[in-house]
């Protein structure tokens, strides 16, 4: 059904936005880890984006989202007061929360959108959440003040270290696990290569890791097989098997290969659509 865009703002200009959609029927039984997929127009193709937030008394869920290719830059181009031409949720399995104790949350790029969602959830369960989060500096940083707002830790790092820890987030990670073997687990929410090393770092301390995947994706109901991902030797289904999964039997190379196959497509896709200039 259609959804009306009751906000937007761009958090990097020209790259990527925040949006708060009006979707009552999502907003009363989303949770954290779910995701939704939306179409811009009637001709668009569906895509998956995660619910970074919501609000159930207003109706309203936030996304967050990068512009990469052409359906992208359509909704970056659409107004408040406008609205998407169908919005699907919410889909996938929720993320499994509970009270464990210490749980480091990480986030990298729009992954730390979503895992906003899923670190607000551990906060409400009742654990202490420690948010690790890392960008090239610190204006491509994202939601480091809504996680300020809750999260009993922040951690950031910034490859150009003009804010935080001056190298990668798996760095600060791994000094926080050095310093604490309480941690009951660890979330990553980001780019591939991202969520791989965070389970790499996190390895030798033994700590539980789960990541959440962001495969290609059709149809959202495990009908197209499109979102398949081999974990632990077997044929998932991000869409509704997952979208999380344990890190350590994730097989992250082949993953990113299936993303890496369409990439030439996506940016035709994207360079015709920014010559003509209009929606589809």
Avoid at 133 to 160: M, P, Q, W, Y
């Amino acid at each position: 059904m259609p959804s009306k865009i009751i906000a937007k703002k761009e958090l990097i200009p020209g790259r990527t936005s925040l949006m708060l959609l009006d979707a009552p029927h999502i907003a009363a039984t989303a949770k954290p880890g779910n995701f939704v997929i939306l179409r811009v127009g009637e001709k668009g193709e569906r895509f998956p984006l995660t619910i970074a937030d919501l609000d159930e008394k207003k109706g309203t869920i936030t996304i967050v989202f990068l512009v990469m290719g052409k359906s992208t830059a359509v909704l970056n181009a659409m107004r408040e007061g406008e609205s998407v031409f169908d919005l699907c949720g919410p889909l996938g399995k929720a993320t499994r929360i509970h009270k464990i104790g210490t749980v480091v949350c990480v986030g990298g790029g729009t992954g730390v959108a979503a895992m906003h969602h899923i670190a607000k959830g551990h906060h409400l369960a009742g654990n202490h959440v420690v948010a690790a989060i890392g960008a090239r500096s610190e204006n491509l940083l994202l939601f480091r003040r809504e996680l300020e707002a809750f999260c009993d830790e922040v951690l950031v790092a910034t490859d150009d270290g003009s804010t935080g820890h001056k190298g990668l987030v798996t760095e600060v990670v791994e000094q926080r696990l050095a310093a604490d073997k309480a941690v009951g687990e660890v979330v990553a929410v980001g780019p591939v290569p991202m969520m791989s090393a965070v389970v790499k770092t996190v390895k030798p301390f033994q700590v539980p890791v789960t990541v959440s995947l962001n495969s290609m994706m059709v149809d959202g109901i495990g009908m197209c097989g499109a979102c398949r991902v081999s974990v632990g030797g077997e044929t998932k289904f991000t869409c509704v098997d997952g979208p999380e999964f344990d890190g350590y039997l994730v097989n992250f190379a082949e993953l990113q290969q299936r993303l890496a196959a369409l990439k030439d497509k996506e940016k035709l896709s994207y360079d015709n659509y920014c010559k003509c200039g209009h929606h589809e």
